[in-house]
């Protein structure tokens, strides 16, 4: 069935670090694509996103591109900060989840000043 | 617009008792999901609706959940009788008309449920 898998946390980083969270899936069809990332006591909130092959989404300086070939969607910041300190999931949608997301386990990140 | 609106933000409860949470989606938002977040599991969809009309109710654990939406602005996500093993963070979202997923979701804050 349709999984989305990511990088195990959790990540530790210090502050102007670079970042990537791995994130790969598998689904039939072409599935659209998204980061969300959850501050603690929120929901989560939609931070990137990519409906095709070759994407890029990009938000906020966090960055993915929706690679077919390798079904990957990897999180990437150049510099983080301490406020980027959060549970981030990737997520798909389509295939035979048609309407619906499907979650990943959620990787959460500290960034020490 | 205010967003996804959840309540009650915590609850508290005995195991045995019925708990309630509420939802407001979006105004205009087609889809609402419930979704049940823990620490062992993950996110889990519990069930969607589509205008008001249960989609996919697969994930619900077993009978003693049940949820409604009586209408486009309104639902809930009932547990009868509650047990400990229910606590978790549960979470409302919305989406507009299936778009694949083009829009993504909005979520609410969520209700934290604990059951003593």
């Known amino acids: 069935g349709d999984s989305v898998t990511q990088m195990e946390g959790p990540v530790t980083l210090s502050e102007e670090a670079f970042l990537t969270i791995n994130c790969t899936y598998t689904?039939?069809?072409?599935?659209?694509l998204f980061w969300y990332v959850q501050y603690p006591g929120e929901g989560l909130q939609l931070l990137l996103k990519a409906t095709k092959a070759d994407d890029k989404g990009s938000n906020k300086g966090f960055e993915a591109t929706y690679r077919k070939e390798t079904t990957s969607f990897h999180l990437e910041k150049g510099s983080v900060q301490v406020s980027d300190s959060a549970v981030y999931f990737c997520?798909?949608?389509?295939?035979?989840?048609?309407?619906?997301?499907?979650f990943g386990q959620g990787t959460i990140l500290t960034v020490h000043p | 617009d205010a967003g996804v609106i959840q309540s009650p933000r915590h609850e508290v409860t005995e195991m045995g008792q019925e708990v309630t949470l509420r939802c407001k989606p979006i105004s205009g938002h087609d889809y609402l999901f419930w979704y049940r977040q823990t620490m062992m599991r993950g996110l889990e969809l519990l069930i969607y609706f589509n205008n008001n009309v249960p989609i996919d109710d697969s994930g619900m654990p077993e009978d003693r959940f049940s949820a409604k939406m009586p209408n486009a602005s309104f639902s809930t996500l009932k547990i009868q009788p509650s047990e400990p093993r229910d606590s978790a963070v549960y979470f409302c979202?919305?989406?507009?008309?299936?778009?694949?997923?083009?829009?993504?979701?909005?979520f609410g804050s969520g209700t934290r449920l604990t059951v003593v």
């Open positions: 997520a798909h949608e389509g295939g035979t989840s048609y309407g619906k997301l499907t």
């Open positions: 979202a919305s989406s507009p008309r299936r778009t694949g997923g083009t829009y993504g979701y909005t």
């Open positions: 689904a039939t069809g072409y599935p659209s």
